[in-house]
C-alpha cells in the first residue's frame, strides 16, 4: 500500500538543489581545466566528488530531479 502522504520539498528548495548542482558542475568543469593546465587540486576533487555524492543522495530521497530546467 502506497505511503498516502508524501514529503515534497517546496518549489524554492528545488531549484536551491538544482542551483547548487549547476555549480558543482561549474566548479568540476573548472578543476578540469586547472588539471589539465597542470595545476591539479586533489583536495578540492575530492571535496566536489563528496558533495556531489551527497547532494544526489538528497535529492534522490526527495525525487528531485537535479537536472530540470529553472522555471
Given at each position: 500500500m502506497p505511503n498516502?502522504?508524501?514529503y515534497q520539498l517546496p518549489d524554492e528548495?528545488?531549484?536551491d538543489l538544482r542551483r547548487a548542482y549547476r555549480n558543482l558542475q561549474l566548479a568540476k568543469?573548472?578543476?578540469l581545466k586547472l588539471r589539465t593546465a597542470g595545476s591539479p587540486n586533489p583536495e578540492a576533487e575530492a571535496?566536489?566528488?563528496e558533495l556531489e555524492e551527497r547532494l544526489t543522495r538528497f535529492a534522490?530521497?526527495?525525487?528531485v530531479d537535479l537536472t530540470a530546467e529553472e522555471e
Open positions: 498516502k502522504w508524501e528548495q528545488q531549484e568543469d573548472i578543476l571535496r566536489i566528488r534522490a530521497a526527495f525525487k
